[in-house]
Every structure is written in structure tokens, then in C-alpha cells.
């Protein structure tokens, strides 16, 4: 079973960037799709950007779309989520997951990921 390990959260003034990092131990990345979603305090977990390992499609959430960028390394078997211009309503714990099925494009619903990691914090100031 694989092992995700998120970081790279932290507080960042409103238009800032993060990156985030998804690490992968006991399994590579290469047969899934990875998927990053997040949850606000008092809110549902969202997806937010998604990635088909093998074939490097990816998606995104409309709210994200054109500030966030999912990208990968295969060497470091790690799955990247740089976020830009950053607002307060990206405030949320930010969570990797993979899905074993590699569906293609990417899904945007919680059920359909198999692992998850154990979150990292992201906190935007206005």
C-alpha cells in the first residue's frame, strides 16, 4: 500500500504562492491518479487539482483554475501543487490522494481515492 506524505503548507499574505509536495513511499506514483483536494473548517472536502500519472492529464476545480499548477517528478516520486495569487478562501488543509484505477481525467470526488495522506495546513491572510 502506498504511503503519502504531504508538506509544504504554511501562512502566506493574500496574492502569495506555496508550493505543496506529495511524497510517495512504498509504491511509485507511475500506476495511478493523484488527486489534491482540501477542506475549510466547517466545509466538505473538495477537489481541487487532479493528475493522471501515466498519461499526464489534469484537471482542476474551476475555483483554482489558472492559479494552481499539479505537476510531478518521477525520479523523486513526488506529485507537486504550486498555488499563485492565493486568497483568503484557499485557507484549508490540503490533502494528496491517489486512486489505483488511473481513471482518466482525473475524478473530483472524495470516494473514488483509495489513500490518503494526513493533510498539510494552508493559511492565506487577507
Known amino acids: 500500500q502506498v504511503r503519502l506524505v504531504e508538506s509544504g503548507g504554511g501562512l502566506v499574505q493574500a496574492g502569495g504562492s506555496l508550493r505543496l509536495s506529495c511524497a510517495a513511499s512504498?509504491?511509485?506514483?507511475?500506476?495511478?491518479?493523484v488527486g489534491w483536494f482540501r477542506q475549510a473548517p466547517g466545509k466538505e472536502r473538495e477537489f481541487a487539482a487532479g493528475?493522471?500519472?501515466?498519461?499526464?492529464?489534469?484537471n482542476y476545480a474551476d475555483s483554482v483554475k489558472g492559479r494552481f499548477t499539479i505537476s510531478r517528478d518521477n525520479a523523486k516520486n513526488t506529485v507537486y501543487l504550486q498555488m499563485n495569487s492565493l486568497k483568503p478562501e484557499d485557507t484549508a488543509v490540503y490533502y494528496c490522494?491517489?486512486?489505483?484505477?488511473?481513471?482518466?481525467?482525473?475524478?473530483?470526488?472524495?470516494?473514488?481515492?483509495?489513500?490518503w495522506g494526513q493533510g498539510t495546513q494552508v493559511t492565506v491572510s487577507s
Open positions: 512504498g509504491r511509485t506514483f507511475s500506476s495511478y491518479t
Open positions: 493528475l493522471s500519472w501515466g498519461r499526464g492529464i489534469t
Open positions: 490522494a491517489v486512486q489505483s484505477l488511473s481513471t482518466v481525467p482525473p475524478p473530483t470526488t472524495v470516494r473514488m481515492y483509495d489513500s
